[in-house]
């Protein structure tokens, strides 16, 4: 049974930082490419970034480019979002996702989701 769980959530000021880690078992770490979205109440799921298989190519959602960074350790099957430079609007709560995807962008090529993790950003 496949498991991504997320941590490192909180609540932060503007400008603060953060770094999300998400936990994976059950499957073949390395098969997978790994995404991060983040859903806000009232709001559709939208991507942040995701890293392929074996690290070397990235995708961001054009928010979050220069501020967050995704990295992966196929060694610990774990996956990190680094969040920098944090703003209110960053506010929601995030997921990682695990799938055998072609864009990366799309939620719904993604085979497995974590529960999520909560990130308030406060003004």
């Known amino acids: 049974q496949v498991h991504l769980v997320e941590s490192g959530g909180g609540l932060v000021q503007a400008g603060g930082s953060l770094r999300l880690s998400c936990a994976a078992s059950?499957?073949?770490?390395?098969?997978?490419?790994m995404g991060w979205f983040r859903q806000a109440p009232g709001k559709e799921r939208e991507f942040v970034a995701a890293?392929?298989?074996?690290?070397?190519?990235?995708d961001y959602a054009d928010s979050v480019t220069g501020r967050f960074t995704i990295s992966r350790d196929n060694a610990k099957n774990t996956v990190y979002l680094q969040m920098n430079s944090l703003k209110p609007e960053d506010t929601a709560n995030y997921y990682c996702?695990?799938?055998?995807?072609?864009?990366?962008?799309?939620?719904?090529?993604?085979?497995?989701w974590g529960q999520g993790t909560q990130v308030t950003v406060s003004s």
């Open positions: 996702a695990a799938g055998r995807v072609a864009t990366m962008r799309r939620w719904d090529e993604y085979n497995y």
């Open positions: 059950g499957l073949t770490f390395s098969y997978y490419a």
């Open positions: 890293i392929r298989w074996s690290g070397g190519i990235t």
